[in-house]
């Protein structure tokens, strides 16, 4: 089965990232001249899986149909460690869930030689030895490894950092506004033009109508996606975070009079508040939480469900570096995936 | 001298952005461990070279005297494509000029194996056909070509687009500012606060005088090198853009009276008046030239000499990705550079 020209795909899960994740793949294979052939030869969510002994190509063009019909059960991780280690090609991992059992696993994957690229926070923010491991066993496998996607969805967040740091600047300070969901909540109930934004409890009962929240609204709300997010960028500059909950997280979780009052206290300075997360790397300090902003800051103004992270290094100086953008939505979530894909693609 | 663990450097320019190269260079060297070794074997600036017929390695501590105490001759670009192409050893040409004749030359470069990375404008943005070359050589001699920097210094805009176009995105407009120059002229000539302000050409004198234009003034304010990066953008984006006089370019070169008319006008809408370039896919229309902008418009708000580029694609829908911040300078320029030439040994 062996071939310099091919690359074997496994693929896990297939919801709404995952979903448009295939048809980006699908596209991108289409369009590959004079590269490298890609065979997806495992697909998987938490109940099905495609995958045959041979290492068969399963058609991109039927796949969301092929696995919904499927018959078979996923792999356990370890026996899916060796089934795609065995193939005797080149194997890239995606994983599209956000399981922490399929993060666990990672280091067992890259050792084995199959590079991984994935949107899923939970192996980079899980324990501060979960990240040593997967690095470890990144260089011991000679495997690659990119989750652009697991910060901003499809910005180039990860790899401004790892640039920065890689050519040798230093990130003095990181903030900004990480969270799709926080951004559209507080432009609805506290926007910048000072008309509308009704109660806090009403808000989120349409944001997660709109579809801009998870499924349980508290899931955002706590913070906890945002402190994984900080957590990932804060270990790239150089801190030893040692997990999202080793720094000051405040939740969101309904509090109506706490926030009211935060409201109408910014807005009597002519402010707006904001749910932004900061990185200060001198002092080490990590936090998310509330905060007032001008109306003229960029974070105050900020649209729809955009994010906004700003870094400041040595050599960008008072004006920091700012990225900005959808910071989530399934597309442009799949495109970071896809770009990383490419990336790995031209290093295989 | 052949090695799988060593690749050869070569480097021409050792002006603002080739020193801060040199230096990053020197950290970054002695940081690669389990990398494989970067030896400098050329190295030249328009007069003076130095270099060995056995690739001696050049001390990158010491380089920089070493060159300017030299003799020798920088090779005639024919000969140096020899010179780099006869070492048996993978090859990486680092462009640290401005020069068109160097540009010219990438072509034979390239079909010959040998990677490029720099922040010189000129190959891109030249002639179409030059554009088609240079792509042509890269492919047929297996080769790998960065310019990160040649747009927005080290601001991952370049990428960008590429990641975006790559993944299959449809990039629908770009528009923003694009000269470090224009935007702290700007700045300084129309200020958001409402004062301050001062006649146009002052304004020039002392932008000139705090080293943020070229030697000659003009060379910034005919819109040239603005429309260069227009030109790179735009093809990108799928557009053949013939040359960057193939579009609307206004021109700064002194007007005052013009100037102080657009700013008058601009103030009575209270708006403020910017240096801009835009391009609209759909249309085919690349222009270049003042505009009117809110206070309130993050392109009225730009800081210093920063650049800001947002870009409007089919995935992204209304709300732009945006890169912004410093776009001119030798330590981010030189950054651009570093991380390119990272990315090159990444898969050499």
């Given at each position: 089965m062996a071939s310099a020209r091919q690359v074997n795909i496994a693929i896990i899960g297939a919801g709404g990232v995952g979903k448009c994740f295939l048809s980006q793949l699908e596209s991108l294979a289409a369009r590959r001249q004079n590269k490298q052939k890609l065979v997806l030869t495992y697909i998987a969510t938490s109940k099905k899986a495609v995958y045959s002994d041979s290492y068969s190509p399963i058609a991109l063009d039927s796949v969301v149909s092929t696995l919904s019909s499927s018959s078979q059960a996923p792999l356990a991780l370890p026996k899916l460690v060796d089934y795609l280690a065995a193939s005797g090609t080149k194997t890239v991992l995606v994983d599209n869930t956000s399981s922490q059992d399929i993060a666990d696993a990672y280091p067992s994957f890259l050792r084995r030689g199959i590079s991984i690229v994935t949107p899923n926070k939970k192996a980079f923010s899980g324990s501060y030895k979960l990240w040593q491991d997967i690095f470890a066993a990144k260089e011991e496998g000679g495997a690659l490894l990119y989750h652009?996607?697991?910060?901003?969805?499809?910005?180039p967040v990860i790899s401004t950092i790892k640039d920065l740091v890689e050519t040798g600047d230093e990130v003095t300070k990181i903030e900004g506004v990480f969270s799709g969901t926080m951004s559209f909540l507080f432009n609805s109930f506290a926007?910048?033009?000072?008309s509308g934004g009704g109660k806090w409890s009403a808000e989120v009962a349409k944001a997660k109508e709109l579809g801009y929240?998870?499924?349980?609204p508290r899931d955002d709300l706590n913070g906890l996606d945002v402190a994984r997010k900080l957590t990932i960028l804060a270990r790239y500059a150089?801190?030893?975070?040692?997990?999202?909950?080793s720094f000051p997280v405040q939740s969101l979780i309904p509090k109506e009079l706490e926030w009211r009052r935060s409201k109408a206290e910014a807005a009597k300075e002519g402010k707006v508040v904001r749910f932004v997360g900061s990185i200060d790397v001198a002092s080490k300090q990590v936090k998310v939480g509330l905060e007032k902003f001008d109306l003229s800051h960029p974070i105050a103004s900020l649209k729809g469900s955009d994010n906004i992270i700003s870094f400041y290094t040595k050599r960008y100086g008072s004006n920091p570096l700012i990225i900005q953008g959808a910071g989530a939505g399934g597309d442009v979530t799949a495109m970071g995936v896809t770009s990383d894909l490419l990336k790995v693609l031209a290093q295989l």
């Amino acid at each position: 089965m062996a071939s310099a020209r091919q690359v074997n795909i496994a693929i896990i899960g297939a919801g709404g990232v995952g979903k448009c994740f295939l048809s980006q793949l699908e596209s991108l294979a289409a369009r590959r001249q004079n590269k490298q052939k890609l065979v997806l030869t495992y697909i998987a969510t938490s109940k099905k899986a495609v995958y045959s002994d041979s290492y068969s190509p399963i058609a991109l063009d039927s796949v969301v149909s092929t696995l919904s019909s499927s018959s078979q059960a996923p792999l356990a991780l370890p026996k899916l460690v060796d089934y795609l280690a065995a193939s005797g090609t080149k194997t890239v991992l995606v994983d599209n869930t956000s399981s922490q059992d399929i993060a666990d696993a990672y280091p067992s994957f890259l050792r084995r030689g199959i590079s991984i690229v994935t949107p899923n926070k939970k192996a980079f923010s899980g324990s501060y030895k979960l990240w040593q491991d997967i690095f470890a066993a990144k260089e011991e496998g000679g495997a690659l490894l990119y989750h652009e996607a697991s910060c901003g969805a499809g910005l180039p967040v990860i790899s401004t950092i790892k640039d920065l740091v890689e050519t040798g600047d230093e990130v003095t300070k990181i903030e900004g506004v990480f969270s799709g969901t926080m951004s559209f909540l507080f432009n609805s109930f506290a926007p910048t033009s000072g008309s509308g934004g009704g109660k806090w409890s009403a808000e989120v009962a349409k944001a997660k109508e709109l579809g801009y929240t998870e499924p349980d609204p508290r899931d955002d709300l706590n913070g906890l996606d945002v402190a994984r997010k900080l957590t990932i960028l804060a270990r790239y500059a150089g801190l030893e975070v040692e997990s999202p909950t080793s720094f000051p997280v405040q939740s969101l979780i309904p509090k109506e009079l706490e926030w009211r009052r935060s409201k109408a206290e910014a807005a009597k300075e002519g402010k707006v508040v904001r749910f932004v997360g900061s990185i200060d790397v001198a002092s080490k300090q990590v936090k998310v939480g509330l905060e007032k902003f001008d109306l003229s800051h960029p974070i105050a103004s900020l649209k729809g469900s955009d994010n906004i992270i700003s870094f400041y290094t040595k050599r960008y100086g008072s004006n920091p570096l700012i990225i900005q953008g959808a910071g989530a939505g399934g597309d442009v979530t799949a495109m970071g995936v896809t770009s990383d894909l490419l990336k790995v693609l031209a290093q295989l």
